[in-house]
Structure formats: C-alpha cells, structure tokens
C-alpha cells in the first residue's frame, strides 16, 4: 500500500512518516508529509489527521512543553513530541510514531494511563498532614538537605516518558515505576508528612524500589530533567535501614 | 516477617555479600595473575594451600559469599528475563545455593587438605 | 498486521544502561562457570596428578582465550558491582557514567594482566 501524500509544492521535500494504527494489534500507516522550517513531530501528527487521515487518534493539550500529554514513542524513543523538532529525531528522513510504550493502547497514538496512576496509588504516592486550618503555616527552610531533595523531584507532571522508557517496567508487571517512586520519595522527605513509615512499606519490595537497577533510562529521557534514579536510590537507602531498625 | 522486610533484607544480604566478594575476589585476581605466571601446576597450587588455615578461612568466606549472592542475582534474572516464577523458582535457587556452598567448601578442602 | 516491535530498544543506548548489560551478562558467566571451577579444582581429593591433567588439558590456547574472558567478566562485574554500590549507597551524585568508563578500563586492563601472565 502506497503512502498516502500531502499537498507539497514542486521542489519541496518530504517526510517518510509511519504512526501506529490500531490497538496492540495493528499496524504502521505511512504517509508523506510536506517538510516545514521548525517543524515539530505533533506538527506532523496534526497534520496528518487533518489532512490525510481524520480518524488518526492521538493526544495533546498545550503544545508548548508544559503540560506532557503529547508523550509518545519517535523512533523508538519517548518523548514530548511538541518539543521534539523533527530536525532533532529524524533518521534518513524516516520518522517512526507510536504510542507510549508499557501502557495499553486504547486507539492509535493514544494509551491508557490509569495503570501508570494506580501505581502511583499502589506507591502511597499521596500526602498525609498532622496540622489542620487552624494550626500555623509549616515553616520548611529551603536550603535543608530533605527540602533540596524534594525540590529536584517535585516538578513531575506525570507525562508517562520515565515509566515507557523503565525496561524493568516491561520486564515485571508489578513494578511501580520511576514515576511513582520519584513521588514516594518526595513524600519520605516532605517534613509535614505523617506517614512516613507507610510510604516506605509501600515501596519496599521486589515491585517497589529494590527492582531498580540502576539503568538509568528514566533520568536520560525526563523531559523536566528529574533524575527518578536518585529518588530511587534514596528510597532503597531509607528502607534498608527502617527494615535493619524492624520498623518495616 | 512481612514481605517488606524480607524483600528489604534479601536486597540487603546481596548487597553485603557483594561488598564481601569484591575485597575476596580483589585479592583473588591478584593471586591468579601472581601464580599462572610461567605455567602454572598442580604442584604449585598445593604447595601453597596445602595446610594453610588463612587460605582455607579466606577461601571459605569467599564461598559462602558466593552461594549467597549468585543465586540471588540469578532470582531477578529469571524473574525478568524468563517467565519463570514462584516457589519452584525459589526451591531450584536454594538448591543452587547449597550446590555451590557444597562443591565450594569441597574445593576448598580438597586443596588445603 | 503486525504487533509493534518493542519501541523501547533505542531507549537504551547509553553508558549506563550498557553498565547494566555488562554486570548482568557478566554475572551470568560466572554463575554458569562457578561449578566447573569447584569441580576441577576438587580433583585434587584424588591426589596431586589428578589435579595436574586437568591442568594440562586447559593448556591451548582456546582455553587460555576462555580463561582470559572470564577475568573479563569477573573483573567486570567486580568494577561494575562497586560503582552500583556507590549509586545506591551514597548520596546522589549522577549516574557516574566516569565510573562506568573506569570500570570498563580497568577491567580490559587487568584482563590483559592476566593474559601476559598466562601466556609467559
């Protein structure tokens, strides 16, 4: 089957582009698509839905690096494909666009992110406070040590890219992954949080943070440049000595 | 024990035997590379073990390192790479352990004998 | 139709993922290697020259070759096993991809050690 084309004027150059179709089961689609000065890879995608196949399904928000629903899999490799200039990714003018990795497809580039968020839940990846409305403000100094390591790890939007790029989370189901244990591990360190022993069961097991190893894919690919590997290691630290105190 | 703790602690055991095989195998490696210089014989070999306590102290931890920390680094092998999983997984590991905790110490009897 | 290929594999072209494949392939070496080591040397309950054949057999090259590979791997997995227990067992400080090449250099360098002394 031949690739279907866009509009394209005489001299101008084209780009060989395939995109998942279908659920687990399907198959690539290609088309051509006219190539433009600081053209990104959703460019090319919106594109191709609006003028060579309107029932291509995929996500995205803000468009402007912000908001990470555009996460997808170019070219073997996932990224924002709003920031990613097709300059950047392109290999022998081919560019390859699949869903996220690790996730069910529910159509196309689009996949089912509540198994991302329920691991996130299974990580007790939510905040406990001890005060209420009536108590002062929490005074948390900016410069302690536990501060600074929330601080390198709170920016997460939860886009996806660290957990499609965690082999481990292809390789066992029950992994909780990057995403969800970079969240425990600012919770751990979140001063006002009462339940810190619980965050530390929760993730301390062969689905939790002792199944990293250390590959590091997560922090290569995190688009806000959170190094999951560390919240990580710190995690495996933390729950070594709560189980060598029998707290665990 | 809850799961958390024995998953903690198993972490923990391969940890602690890596850090004990890495000053053994150091001193291992060094002691090979020393002793295959010029060929290396039976002769040779027993006449340095043969009724020397340290050796057999050193060489026996080394050991017990081993049949700690190969069978649990084999575990998460298995476990990702293959579909293998469950307690027959867990008895085949065990059994590894105590063949290499055997044909270890009887390794090193047999030269320091 | 086709299934999707597992898009994730150029994902893994980096040092530190490459450090992974080393320690875990090297691992499995050795483990695989470990029995026969023990059993060899436990010829030696069945006297000196038993122990001395077995030796002569590994006397060819090939083997000298296999021999010269795994203090590749024990070396490697030995450097490498270091550097993982610095990541995890100190404060963050980067994936420590220079520690990842100083594994890999040290081990070629003591791999060669070894085959100088083995074929002297």
């Not at chain 2, 291992?28 to 050796?55: C, K, S």
């Not at chain 3, 070894?114 to 002297?120: D, K, R, T």
Request: proline share 4%.
């Amino acid at each position: 089957m031949g690739a279907t084309a866009g509009e394209s004027s005489a001299q101008e150059e084209m780009l060989e582009v395939s995109v998942w179709h279908g659920t687990e089961n399907g198959e690539f689609r290609h088309y051509r698509v006219p190539r433009r000065d600081s053209q990104t890879v959703l460019d090319v995608v919106t594109y191709i839905q609006r003028h060579l196949d309107p029932s291509l399904s995929y996500r995205f928000a803000c468009r402007v690096g912000m908001c990470g629903s555009c996460a997808m899999t170019v070219n073997g490799v996932a990224r924002w494909t709003c920031r990613s200039h097709v300059d950047q990714v392109i290999r022998d003018g081919r560019l390859e666009i699949a869903p996220l990795a690790h996730l069910p497809v529910v159509r196309d580039l689009v996949t089912d992110m509540r198994p991302f968020f329920d691991k996130w839940a299974q990580a007790k990846g939510r905040f406990q406070g001890g005060t209420t409305r009536n108590d002062p403000v929490a005074r948390v100094p900016p410069d302690t040590p536990e501060r600074r390591a929330v601080d390198a790890a709170i920016e997460c939007i939860g886009c996806g890219v660290c957990y499609a790029s965690c082999d481990v989370v292809g390789w066992r189901p029950e992994y909780l992954g990057p995403a969800a244990l970079n969240r425990a591990w600012t919770l751990v360190n979140d001063v006002r949080d009462v339940s810190r022993l619980e965050h530390l069961k929760a993730v301390a097991s062969e689905g939790g943070c002792l199944s990293c190893h250390t590959h590091t894919s997560c922090s290569e690919r995190c688009p806000k440049k959170i190094a999951p590997t560390a919240g990580i290691s710190g995690l495996k630290r933390a729950c070594a000595r709560a189980a060598l105190r029998g707290e665990l | 024990m809850s799961a958390a703790r024995r998953d903690t602690l198993l972490w923990l055991a391969q940890r602690w035997s890596a850090a004990v095989l890495a000053l053994c195998l150091l001193v291992h490696l060094a002691g090979i590379i020393y002793a295959v210089r010029g060929g290396l014989t039976a002769a040779e070999i027993l006449g340095r073990t043969r009724g020397n306590a340290p050796f057999a102290l050193f060489y026996g931890l080394f050991v017990v390192a081993i049949s700690i920390h190969a069978p649990l680094g084999l575990r998460a092998i298995l476990t990702e790479w293959t579909l293998w999983r469950g307690r027959s997984q867990d008895l085949a590991l065990a059994a590894l352990a105590v063949l290499l905790l055997g044909l270890g110490l009887r390794a090193v009897w047999a030269v320091v004998q | 139709m086709s299934a999707m290929v597992s898009p994730a594999y150029r994902a893994r072209h980096h040092p530190a993922y490459w450090a992974f494949l080393v320690h875990r392939l090297s691992g499995l070496a050795l483990t695989l290697f470990l029995p026969l080591h023990f059993l060899v040397l436990g010829q030696a309950l069945q006297g000196e020259a038993a122990l001395d054949g077995l030796l002569r057999w590994t006397d060819n090259l090939p083997l000298k070759v296999a021999e010269t590979l795994l203090v590749i791997a024990a070396a490697a997995h030995l450097t490498g096993g270091l550097r993982l227990l610095l990541l995890e067992g100190l404060a963050w400080r980067g994936p420590r991809k220079d520690l990842a090449a100083l594994a890999a250099g040290v081990s070629l360098a003591v791999a060669l050690l070894f085959a100088l002394a083995v074929l002297s």
